[in-house]
């Protein structure tokens, strides 16, 4: 990436410095003649307050537009936005040179343009400039690229059989110092889901030849809305994973990021079998299939395989270790929900999902299926944003119900919110235990 798509919009001077600006120019365009700033300002700035709250009532209250609350200053700064756009004609009205006129519509985008960085900052969800525009700070190759390369090079052949582990691997010299991120379709073989394309980090050892034998695998879910890129984006998990691989002798886990299905619709498969699709399925059998038979690693054991993820990620990694422990018995619940859930509530899913019949998703739902098995071989971690109000008592509660029902399971607080300090937190500062878990460490 240039410097420019490497600058940082979260924190350093940068969005520091166009909140200033922003400051500034909100001030230009509230001051004025004494006609406009007694007769517009007050109007605009009531019309922008009654818009604000009646957007907040009806995304919270009436419609659950998100699916859970957001911060208040979330609409604060939305409703400072529109009052900046509202301001444009009368400021430009009361102004009496033409370019004054005409630098009052960039005036106004630098506030708009300064809300939404506030917006985001909030969230964490493009951590940089380039993150704007798709780009994660790494080049991401097609599975043909990938392999067009390690047939003309040579790499990752003669790896013995044993899986390798932190005492066994000794890197070669040729070693990359850096993983690969491939873009990939995983066909639904068994599940018959159409699926949007999915991301793989291989890590350095993975690369090498000869290369480390049977690698561990983690599946990490995105959230909704949102989709398979997170993790690389607002994640950041190639960067972090070849942090990791460079302090461990390149041995880190393939990183798999999944379709989870439905990316910005209202109506998520849920990780489940469903009218919605079989999505449970897709996850626990074609996705596992594809990639031990595509990159030869997980292939050991199931104690090789291990699935995260953020927020309806979260629910899904819990869901998935409950009604699949024998494809993942360790999983990371980051600030998930206590049930499988839609933006229009449980009845609208029992309706739309299972044909009403609670029976039916109770056969799925993480909390009931743990009261009727065992899981002997599974153990999980659940993180919960410390100043989340309205994730962390969920994340509690399934906490104490797995530890009433004899799961080994472990609680953390993370930083923040419901963002991405608090999503990645689960990766994170869990590698060293998930790579013990995993086998390798």
């Known amino acids: 990436m240039t410097n420019l798509e490497q600058l940082s919009i979260v924190d350093g001077p940068a969005p520091y410095i166009l909140y200033t600006l922003a400051a500034a120019a909100f001030l230009w365009l509230v001051l004025g003649p004494r006609r406009y700033m007694l007769r517009w300002v007050p109007a605009v700035a009531v019309v922008s307050a009654l818009a604000g709250v009646l957007f907040w009532y009806l995304a919270e209250d009436v419609w659950n537009l998100w699916g859970e609350p957001l911060p208040l200053r979330i609409y604060v700064f939305a409703a400072i936005a529109v009052a900046a756009v509202a301001l444009l004609v009368p400021k430009m009205i009361s102004l009496r040179r033409a370019w004054t006129r005409i630098a009052a519509v960039p005036v106004a985008a630098v506030v708009v343009l300064a809300c939404s960085g506030l917006v985001n900052q909030a969230f964490e969800y493009y951590p940089t400039v380039g993150s704007l525009f798709g780009n994660t700070g790494v080049k991401i190759k097609s599975l043909a690229e990938f392999r067009a390369e390690q047939q003309a090079t040579g790499a990752g052949h003669g790896a013995p059989p044993p899986a390798a582990t932190a005492v066994t691997w000794v890197p070669p010299l040729n070693m990359p110092a850096h993983g690969d991120v491939l873009n990939v379709n995983i066909p639904g073989t068994i599940s018959h889901e159409v699926s949007s394309s999915a991301y793989v980090y291989l890590p350095p050892a993975y690369l090498a030849t000869p290369r480390a034998a049977n690698l561990p695998v983690l599946v990490l879910i995105h959230g909704v809305p949102g989709g398979t890129i997170d993790w690389l984006r607002g994640g950041q998990i190639n960067q972090f994973m070849d942090g990791y691989a460079a302090a461990h002798h390149g041995l880190a886990p393939i990183v798999v990021m999944p379709d ?133 008592p969920q994340g509690v509660k399934v906490y104490d119900a797995m530890r009433r029902d004899g799961i080994h399971v472990t609680l953390q607080d993370a930083p923040g919110g419901h963002a991405w300090p608090a999503w990645r937190y689960g990766v994170y500062n869990n590698m060293d235990w998930l790579m013990q878990r995993l086998g390798v460490g």
């Open 260 to 392: 989870a299905g439905a990316r910005w619709s209202a109506n998520p498969p849920a990780c489940m079998d469903s009218k919605e699709g079989k999505a449970g399925t897709y996850l626990a059998r074609d996705v596992p299939d594809w990639i031990k038979a595509t990159f030869d690693v997980g292939t050991r054991s199931p104690r090789q395989w291990a699935v995260g993820g953020f927020s309806y990620g979260g629910t899904c990694a819990m869901t998935l270790a409950m009604n699949h422990p024998e494809a993942y018995p360790t999983f990371i619940d980051s600030s998930g929900e206590d049930r499988p859930t839609v933006a229009a509530g449980h009845a609208a899913m029992l309706s739309r999902y299972f044909n009403n019949d609670a029976r039916a998703f109770s056969k799925q739902n993480a909390l009931d299926v743990m009261k009727t098995r065992k899981y002997p071989g599974t153990a999980g971690i659940i993180t919960v944003g410390s100043s989340d109000r309205y994730y962390r």
